[in-house]
């Protein structure tokens, strides 16, 4: 099946991205305007402009609308803050629907600050993260549940996107990911796709895609060796995607473990995002024609496009059939 084959299906399938949803803030500051406050004496950044776009699940959202999925909505927990309005208005213009976000009040909306230098173009300030360090809010927690419960039948495949790197605050808590396990044991021909930073080996029953570290990671946590076989039966897993970067994706299944390398040589701008652009293009793939192979290297195409994109970029349909190649 060639990608025009492919991306004509796509118009045909619904998506949910369930997880942290974020809001990317792309502040570029004038060197020139730096000058210590009158208040404090400490240097300020003077920010010029801002821009706005989906993070973390918002990206894999953004991608899956840009290539053309039929119907992308998200499921997660904002706050009830200025940042959840920007998320909001960045998602419905890229026509993805926000009626499944929990809006909590004790719950800032996860952000992250990026300082982009005016005068090189460059990221080269500490980033600014807006986290929630609390455990999630039971009422907040039980709201994405019941969504969640609710919404499965709707939708075609379940994107999970458990992002937050402390133990703390994530919308993929324990409870969310029993309800995924048991959705997995109940609806075996459903696709549900995990990426997870730092708990892929308590998800059971899901498609795993962690990149070389996360799976190395996950695979100690689980027995305490690097064993991607052995990780993707603990999962109970039939295929596992490990994402390798310029190398390509590993595709863990019955087979063993097969490389499926980039479909050409680019030059990266910018890899924020790629294991996102990855998941949206290479989930929808495997749902269309089963085949984790095909579905590898339609991920590896879509990031390939990406990464040459500054920011968290996206690929269209067209860039992706002339990325493609011969087949």
């Known amino acids: 099946m060639n990608a025009a084959r492919i991306l004509e ?29 009158r208040e404090t004496g400490i ?5 010029v402009s801002t821009e706005i776009t989906p993070g973390a699940g918002g990206t894999v959202a953004n991608n899956l609308a840009s290539l053309g999925v039929g119907r992308v909505a998200v499921l997660g927990v904002i706050g009830d803050d200025g940042f959840g309005v920007e998320l909001t208005r ?7 629907t926000t009626d499944l976000l929990v809006r909590a009040e004790d719950v800032p909306t996860f952000t992250y600050t990026k300082l982009i230098n005016r005068q ?22 039980a709201r994405v549940l019941d969504h969640l419960r609710l919404s499965f039948d709707e939708v075609d495949i379940v994107l999970v996107s458990d992002q937050s790197e402390i133990e703390t605050g994530g919308v993929i808590t324990a409870p969310v990911r029993e309800l995924l396990a048991e959705l997995g ?36 946590a689980a027995f305490g060796e690097v064993d991607y076989q052995r990780l993707r039966n603990h999962i109970e897993a039939r295929t596992m995607f490990v994402t390798l970067g310029d190398r390509g994706a590993l595709v863990v299944d019955d087979r063993g473990e097969t490389l499926v390398p980039p479909p050409r040589e680019v030059r990266p701008v910018d890899i924020c995002g790629a294991g996102d652009s990855f998941t949206a293009g290479a989930a929808l793939a495997l749902a269309i024609t089963n085949d984790p192979l095909q579905a590898a290297r339609f991920g590896n195409t879509v990031a390939s496009i990406t990464v040459t994109k500054k920011g968290t970029g996206t690929a269209s349909a067209a860039e992706v059939i002339g990325a493609w190649g011969e087949e």
């Open 9 to 37: 299906a796509f118009s045909r399938y619904s998506a949910l991205v369930i997880g942290d949803i974020c809001l990317d803030r792309w502040c570029t500051y004038d060197p020139a305007a730096t000058e210590p406050s």
């Open 43 to 47: 240097p300020r950044i003077g920010v």
């Open 90 to 96: 960045a998602l419905s213009v890229r026509n993805i």
């Open 120 to 141: 090189t173009g460059e990221e080269d300030q500490p980033r600014v993260d807006y986290l929630h360090t609390r455990d999630l809010p039971k009422s907040a927690e």
């Open 185 to 220: 044991k109940t609806h075996p021909g459903k696709l549900i796709w995990v990426d997870s930073r730092i708990r892929g080996h308590l998800f059971r029953s899901v498609t795993l895609k962690p990149n070389e570290r996360e799976a190395r990671e996950a695979s100690q």
